[in-house]
């Protein structure tokens, strides 16, 4: 709604900041109209009770002011042809990968030597994770962050990263970076100012002079990582005062019930905007409004400003995506698209984290129960948003659907995760995985899942046991695993690595500063020998990585696999397949998965059942067609099998 007084608010924070009426910037001026009134609206509900509230939503204004002014050409560039596209980040051409940047290759500079690497595979966005400065043995991989705008020097510098940018801009790859919103490390500048006794950086964090409001927290706090971080507060002797640590000891929570501290991470926002990033990794948004008597998780504040840098990244950056990485229960996880007016425009991606953990699920008890009754829910996800589709990334693997969902499919909650457990760390006698539990709580027994994904499907046990067999089997696993979440729905986003069978790395023992924490098993250092073997035929390197690529291909021919259609799941006519359809608007895709270890029989019923019924089907992965037969007839699915359909193909020219 126009309302005279916002808009002469914001006319006067054009004027202060030098900004001039252009024909380059006019877009812009009428983006943040548009969002003007939602905007303000937003930044009342947070901090309409701040004394000078309405000086502050100026200060708000004028850095997404700045950050126009501030855009390259380059950019404004790229904004407009994403703009001309229906969400650019539906497409099924994107693929990525992530990757630690010293422990794929060393630095940014020698990343630029690999980027043939990416094209030889196919993947066209990288995920780098966390660049900027974390102290050393401190860092939690990166994500300890000492200063948003430096460059760690293990990595390089920002001319680097910024060279590194302009390679990938020239080939068409898309860059993701991470910002971690909830808080920094104790030697952030504004930590340490806090230390000094300096009040306006204290109150950027949750600090308290005794522990009469953080045992007020405690209560109704739950513990990150009960082993290795108890507790949700700690002392700092440097200025006699309690500060909130959530995660360790030395990553403070960020106050943002304080308006300054937003406008200062919204500033940070369009830093690494400005530098070209294309998908902004907001981590543990869950965690960014904190309030006593709650678990300071998924608070309807925490989307408010959500939503609000949404809005502001809308007007300033309107080329660059949000991943909201909330790893939440699956109901909650549908906020973060966004509620009620704002439903489909809070963050643009979510990882699908119930989905990744539904098909170890199904490759463990080999059947496909709970991921079919977890769709009900997961299914939910507003048009124009999607989804992170992995089977493993930098983190460990938490069973994070609800139990009600694996109760229904037969099962006894507690029981089965505590089978889960077993059969990932190797304790089943009948696993073939050689992972890890990691954060184990002593009063629950809940435990994450550490491993490659090599690893845990049976690789690293098969090279070591000398058999072959064995490890077809586990080959198959893994494309099975990788296939799934490249078709399902959303962007697909391989932990490097994955496309060429690492198994798990146990160097982290011996570092002081890792070996408490077991998911560096998972995160290898690369040996560029091993990853050359993918040009040897018959290696398990090549095997996977050719496997890789070909599923890769595969998805930038189907259009239907763009996230603009709908999924629909087959009825379970055979419990250990999982099948389901992708609508385009030429031909449908059907995709079909055999998480069992003997041949599964799928009546040719199932292909009728939605009353359309093409006569033939073109499989793009095994390059036969086949001819539906009649009801009582059978589809054979391999063991560990799978068939990547589109209708009414004899091949895929015709």
Known sequence: MYDDSLQAMMDRALENAGWVLLEKNRSFYARLGANLSALHELFMDLYGTTENAGELFT????????ADLARPEWLRASDARKSQQDKWFLSNQLAGMSLYVDRFCGTLPALETKLDYFGELGVSLLHLMPLFQSPPGESDGGYAV???RTVDPRFGTLGDLQRLREQMHGRGLYLMLDIVLNHTSH??????????????????????????????????????????????????????????TVFHDYQWDLNYRNPEVLIAMLDNIFFYANLGVDVLRIDAPAFIWKEAGTSCQNLPQAHFILQLMKLCI???????????????????????FGTGRYRGRECDFAYHATQMALQWDALATGNTKVMLAAQAVVLQKPGGTSWITYTRCHDDIGLGYD????????????EHRKFLQDYYSGKYHASTATGALFSVHPRTGDARISGTLASLCGLEKALRDHDRDAV?????????????SFFIGGMPMIFYGDEAGYTNSYDYLNEPGKRYDNRWMHRPVMNWDKNDRRHLPGTPEERIFTGTRKLL???????????????????????????????????TVLCIYNFSERPAYLTWYAFRESGKTPPKWFDHWTGETYRVGEDHEYLIVQPFGFHIMEEGQDHPGS
């Open 403 to 414: 139990d009600a969902m694996i109760r229904q499919a037969g099962y006894n909650a507690y």
């Open 187 to 244: 030697r952030h500048e504004w930590a340490q100012q806090a230390k000094t006794g300096n009040k306006k950086y204290q109150d950027y964090y949750y600090m308290y002079e005794d522990r009469t409001l953080p045992d007020a927290f405690e209560r109704s706090l739950p513990e990150i990582f009960p082993e290795s971080a108890p507790g949700n507060f700690s002392w700092v002797s440097e200025c006699n005062r309690w500060v909130m």
């Open 59 to 66: 200060c708000l204004l004028e850095t997404v002011i700045a």
């Open 314 to 336: 809308q007007a300033g950056a309107p080329g660059m995506a949000l991943l909201g990485e909330a790893i939440v229960s699956p109901g909650e996880i549908m906020n973060y």
């Open 553 to 587: 291909q595969i998805r930038r021919k189907l259009a239907a696999i763009s996230d603009h259609s709908d999924l629909r799941w087959l009825t379970p006519h055979n419990i250990h397949v999982g099948a389901f359809t992708r609508q385009g608007a030429a031909r």
């Open 146 to 148: 000492s200063d948003f």
């Open 472 to 484: 077809n089997v586990a080959i198959n696993k893994i494309l099975l695993m990788q296939s799934m």
